[in-house]
């Protein structure tokens, strides 16, 4: 099986900072999961924020799979709002709302899904918790995401032999994207998807925003004020901002 990039006429894309972003509200992304996992094609979805975008334009790897993946969807406001600079209105698709529906959409469809990364014993709380919420949700397998580079392939092989349709890898950009690129081949899930911090949100970890605040585009600041790490990431904003005024010019 190869990697492919999407080919569904429905994948309606817009550049930001040079990555085609996908334009698909949450449905239309779920239903392009859908016909993906049908085909038994291989490919990557992006969920990605402003932080994300501004490390492609510094790492040509990284910008590489983004041109490769299936879809890189909009996750933060920042994206979306350089998407309504174009005149384009794009809903937010983020990483932690597709776990939370694809396991949906597991209890229905029988998809079978694993949870690998974040500290020990989160992604067990994390596909627990889904469980709970969603009665049928197939979790075939999760496992925390702290293993050296070296043992990738190791993981890889453990991954496969619980078989998953769809892989979630919460390892932090650009590391899980890198990840996915170099072991999908061997995993055979046809969508494999980085999603950050959702485990640690979805096992109770950390709490997500008020939906107020989530209303407001100011969950980054909410993510900052629980957790002053995340600094670095806030101090790429103004970056994403001039560089995205100097490309729409
Ligand atoms: N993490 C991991 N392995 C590592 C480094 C980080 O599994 O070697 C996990 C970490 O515990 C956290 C997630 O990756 O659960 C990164 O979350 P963060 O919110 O920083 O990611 P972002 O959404 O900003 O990419």
Request: glycine share 8%.
């Given at each position: 099986m190869k990697i492919e990039r999407a080919t569904t006429p429905s994948a309606k894309t817009a550049p930001v900072l040079g990555v085609e972003i996908s334009l698909l509200a949450m449905e239309e992304t779920l239903d392009f999961i859908d016909q993906r996992i049908a085909a038994r094609s291989l490919g990557l979805i992006v969920t990605a924020d402003a932080t994300g975008l501004m490390i492609a334009r510094r790492d040509p790897e990284f910008a590489e799979i983004l041109r490769q993946a299936a879809l890189v969807t909009p996750d933060?406001?920042?994206?979306?709002?350089?998407l309504k600079r174009q005149g384009i209105v794009a809903q937010r698709v983020s990483g932690v709302d597709l776990v939370d529906r694809l396991c949906a959409?597991?209890?229905?469809?029988?998809?079978?899904?694993?949870?690998?990364?974040?500290?020990?014993?989160?992604?067990?709380r994390a596909a627990e918790?889904?469980?709970?919420?969603?009665?049928?949700?197939?979790?075939?397998?999760?496992?925390?995401?702290?293993?050296?580079?070296?043992?990738?392939?190791?993981?890889?092989?453990?991954?496969?032999?619980?078989?998953?349709?769809?892989?979630?890898?919460?390892?932090?950009?650009?590391?899980q994207e890198k990840f996915i690129h170099k072991i999908q081949g061997i995993v055979g899930a046809p969508i494999a998807m980085g999603v950050g911090g959702s485990f640690d949100v979805l096992s109770g970890?950390?709490?997500r925003a008020p939906v107020l605040i989530q209303k407001l585009h100011a969950?980054?600041?909410?993510?900052?004020?629980?957790?002053?790490?995340?600094?670095?990431?806030?101090?790429?904003?103004?970056?994403?901002?001039?560089?995205?005024l100097k490309s729409q010019r």
């Open positions: 933060s406001a920042g994206v979306v709002w350089a959409r597991s209890a229905d469809h029988g998809y079978r899904i694993y949870f690998l990364g974040a500290a020990p014993g989160v992604a067990e918790r889904m469980r709970l919420r969603h009665p049928g949700c197939n979790i075939v397998g999760a496992q925390h995401g702290y293993f050296p580079s070296e043992s990738d392939e190791i993981v890889a092989q453990q991954v496969a032999e619980a078989k998953p349709d769809i892989l979630f890898v919460a390892m932090g950009m650009p590391r970890r950390t709490r969950e980054w600041l909410w993510r900052l004020l629980l957790n002053p790490k995340k600094f670095q990431k806030v101090r790429e904003l103004p970056g994403f901002v001039r560089a995205v």
